[in-house]
């Protein structure tokens, strides 16, 4: 890699918009809230945890992520949890997150929704001031889970609207299509949340032309399929309906069998706006510029559409039009001062 694009990753402010908070959660804090929860976990240690991240799909995954959550039980671990995440992402550049979290799976296990949210939001609000990341939350609906349930998690969010920026759908993909959830993505959307979900990462075209048309989403999580059927393509690039790829992840969990096979330049030719993102960086082995330099590594993108990810970060974010220019003009200042 050459030293100009290493210094472009480290350095061009950036934005992470696909982000599960509960899949950043590190084997070595893993071990540490299990020991502080008397939680029995089968991992003696550190190595352990990371030999059982071997996937063959997401649901392999998905497993393991259900696990590794059960050791949050107090704000404070939820709390310690995003704290790390942004303390290790001011180290990247990233100016601002969009942060997905997942509270069905917490109440599952008696978890108050109040306990999971006041400690994310505490780590966010102290997040801002001592690095200057501002946030946006999402909170997800479990898509293998019946739509009552969204309703009634939904319910929750709606006492914390100040919190709670929208709503998601992440969780495990096949057989489990975007218009399942049609009716509480309407009333979520009438109730003020912004609407997002994940959408052909397993699944089909047809899953994520059904979260535009029934869910009316305003952005797909990862979207990989979407390039199979020429005409979505051609109306995602037409309505600049931005694309949260996710490189290592797609990798780890074998959508693609090698990253040479990753859509996101190819995504760039054709006009899409991608953006590059981490998912569940402790569990996919890298952090958003973990995430570049493979893709850099593998596709050799020029040091033109490295600066196009990250102005697409900022484009694709739900920022307001100030913060949106003043990401771009960060932008612009970064690259003239490497010499990009
Ligand atoms: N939950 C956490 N990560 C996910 C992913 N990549 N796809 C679907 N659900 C998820
Ligand atoms: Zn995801």
Known sequence: MSTLARQLIAHLPKTELHLHIEGTLEPAMLLQLAQRNRITLPYSDVG??????????????????????SVLMHE???????????????????????????????????IAFETVLAGITRALAEGREAF??????????LRHLPEEQAFDVLEQACRYKE?????????????????????????ARQEGFVPVAHAGEEGPAAY??????????????????????????????REQIPLTMCPLSNLRLKVISDMRQ????RALALGLLVTVNSDDPSYFGGYVNDNYRALHEALGLSERELVTLAQNSFRAAFLDDSARQ??????????????A
């Not at 919190?163 to 009333?187: C, K, Q, T, W």
């Not at 032309?209 to 690039?237: E, F, P, W, Y």
């Not at 003043?326 to 010499?339: H, T, V």
């Open 163 to 187: 919190h709670i920026f929208g709503v998601g759908l992440d969780s495990s993909e096949r057989d489990f299509p975007p218009a399942n959830f049609s009716r509480v993505y309407a009333r």
């Open 76 to 110: 404070q671990d939820f709390y310690d949890l995003t704290w790390a995440y942004l303390e290790r992402v001011a180290a990247d550049s990233v100016h601002h997150v969009e942060i997905f979290f997942d509270p069905q799976a917490h109440m599952a296990r008696g």
């Open 208 to 237: 994520v032309q059904s979260a535009l048309d029934d869910l009316q989403v305003r952005r797909i999580d990862h979207g990989n399929h979407a390039l199979d059927d020429a005409a979505l393509t051609a109306r995602l690039v």
């Open 132 to 141: 200057g990341i501002s946030s946006r939350l999402i909170m997800c609906f």
């Open 326 to 339: 003043a990401g771009l003009d960060a932008i612009a200042a970064c690259a003239g001062k490497l010499g």
């Open 48 to 69: 352990a945890v990371q030999a059982a991240y071997e996937f063959d799909c997401l649901q392999d995954f998905l497993d393991l992520y259900y696990l590794g959550m």
């Open 262 to 265: 990753n859509p996101v330049k």
